[in-house]
């Protein structure tokens, strides 16, 4: 009897021992938790302006100072992950872009008023996916998953993206606009990273990848103040494949 109540003591008590050594956190000396848990969720934004702030640090002339751009030519990224468990994790990002620019030029005909150029463009994008994780060494996780996604690119020439318009400052049935010639792409891909956590809940991602894209651009029109609209491209469609466009390092907050 006396051993059946050891062995029933030893088999409770053991399996909490593992339980408490599997629960265990990294954490910092003062005793903050260092790595994000089932049910934290995540912001990133792309970390090479920070970095290029350090380099820059101490230039003794025209200092660079950290900024974000989010134009047509050059959108910028908002990343979104969701830490599921200790291994899944699921994530996001939202690609925007958005660009309006009007000059103003002497009229060749008239020299008392203005001709004016304008232009709009806007790209738009979104990914979703998900991350299987491994942890390396203590800070450093390392991970691959898979990821889709949907983007909009504006027309692109020579001095200008997007929508274009011109108004005559002299005749305004010379004005005219172009519209149209939108690239919609569509990918899918697959993607290997690490996560290296230099500050409680705060990483640095790094990620390489290949995706399969199928892109249809549409059709692009010249519409005169006066006359007929005419259509000045009319589109097109293809496959690729290709690494990820960017190789930048994304800085990531948990909460």
């Known amino acids: 009897m006396k051993k059946?109540?050891?062995?029933?003591?030893?088999?409770t008590i053991i399996p909490g021992i593992y339980a408490q050594e599997e629960t265990e956190v990294l954490k910092t000396k003062k005793g903050v938790p260092i790595l994000p848990v089932a049910g934290d969720f995540a912001?990133?934004?792309?970390?090479?302006?920070?970095?290029?702030?350090?380099?820059?640090?101490?230039?003794?002339?025209?200092?660079?100072?950290?900024?974000?751009?989010?134009?047509?030519?050059?959108?910028?990224?908002?990343?979104?992950?969701?830490?599921?468990?200790?291994?899944?994790?699921?994530?996001?990002?939202?690609?925007?872009?958005?660009t309006s620019e009007t000059?103003?030029?002497?009229n060749l005909v008239d020299e008392d008023v203005?001709?004016?150029?304008?232009?709009?463009?806007?790209?738009?994008?979104?990914?979703?996916?998900?991350?299987?994780?491994?942890?390396?060494?203590?800070?450093?996780?390392?991970?691959?998953?898979?990821e889709a996604g949907v983007r909009n690119d504006p027309y692109a020439t020579s001095g200008y993206y997007g929508q274009f318009s011109f108004q005559d400052g002299n005749n305004s049935d010379n004005d005219y606009?172009?519209?149209?010639?939108?690239?919609?792409?569509?990918?899918?891909?697959?993607?290997?990273?690490?996560?290296?956590?230099?500050?409680?809940?705060?990483?640095?991602?790094?990620?390489?990848?290949?995706?399969?894209?199928?892109?249809?651009?549409?059709?692009?029109?010249?519409?005169?103040?006066t006359g007929d609209e005419d259509v000045i491209f009319h589109g097109g469609s293809g496959f690729e494949f290709m690494p990820y466009p960017s190789g930048s390092l994304i800085l990531l907050f948990y909460f």
């Open 4 to 11: 059946i109540l050891i062995f029933l003591l030893l088999i």
């Open 43 to 98: 912001i990133g934004i792309d970390a090479t302006p920070f970095f290029r702030y350090v380099g820059n640090l101490f230039s003794g002339s025209n200092p660079y100072y950290p900024s974000f751009g989010f134009t047509a030519q050059n959108p910028g990224s908002i990343f979104f992950k969701y830490k599921a468990s200790a291994s899944t994790t699921y994530r996001a990002a939202l690609l925007i872009g958005f």
């Open 103 to 106: 000059t103003k030029s002497e």
């Open 114 to 146: 203005l001709d004016k150029y304008s232009s709009t463009a806007v790209t738009v994008g979104l990914t979703g996916g998900f991350e299987k994780h491994r942890e390396f060494f203590g800070r450093l996780s390392g991970y691959f998953g898979a």
């Open 177 to 225: 606009k172009e519209t149209g010639g939108n690239t919609l792409s569509f990918c899918v891909g697959g993607l290997a990273g690490v996560e290296f956590y230099f500050a409680p809940r705060i990483a640095l991602m790094g990620e390489f990848g290949y995706y399969v894209s199928y892109y249809t651009q549409m059709k692009r029109t010249y519409k005169p103040a």
